[in-house]
């Protein structure tokens, strides 16, 4: 974070660790992760889809903890949505990609 704010530390990563880290640090994500939560892994009896669960939600909250970083890489996804030109756009949602795998990497506190 900018302006002086230091940004907040990965949780241990589990499910509710990362969880509890949304609602202290991101709670406009709150919502979207518990509802992904009990439609794919809670009702389902079936352990095989939380890597997959942790990873995405992961990154969301690592880069939702830069809210610049996450700004620019919102921007990228909304330029090349709107870029005509197809290598163009695919440039932009590649650089998106990167700076999202990137932020997946956070290593837990």
């Known amino acids: 974070m900018n302006s002086g704010s230091s940004v907040p530390p990965m949780p241990e990563r589990t499910p509710k660790a990362l969880r509890a880290a949304i609602a202290q640090h991101a709670p406009q994500l709150l919502v979207d992760f518990d509802r992904h939560w009990h439609?794919?892994?809670?009702?389902?009896?079936?352990?095989?889809?939380?890597?997959?669960?942790?990873?995405?939600?992961?990154?969301?909250?690592?880069?939702?903890?830069?809210?610049?970083?996450?700004?620019?890489?919102h921007r990228l996804e909304d330029e090349a949505a709107q870029e005509p030109d197809y290598t163009r756009a695919k440039a932009l949602i590649e650089e998106a990609g990167r700076i999202r795998r990137a932020a997946a990497k956070a290593a837990a506190a």
């Open 39 to 73: 439609r794919d892994i809670a009702d389902a009896y079936d352990l095989a889809p939380v890597p997959a669960f942790m990873a995405r939600w992961w990154a969301e909250y690592a880069l939702c903890r830069e809210p610049a970083l996450e700004a620019h890489v």
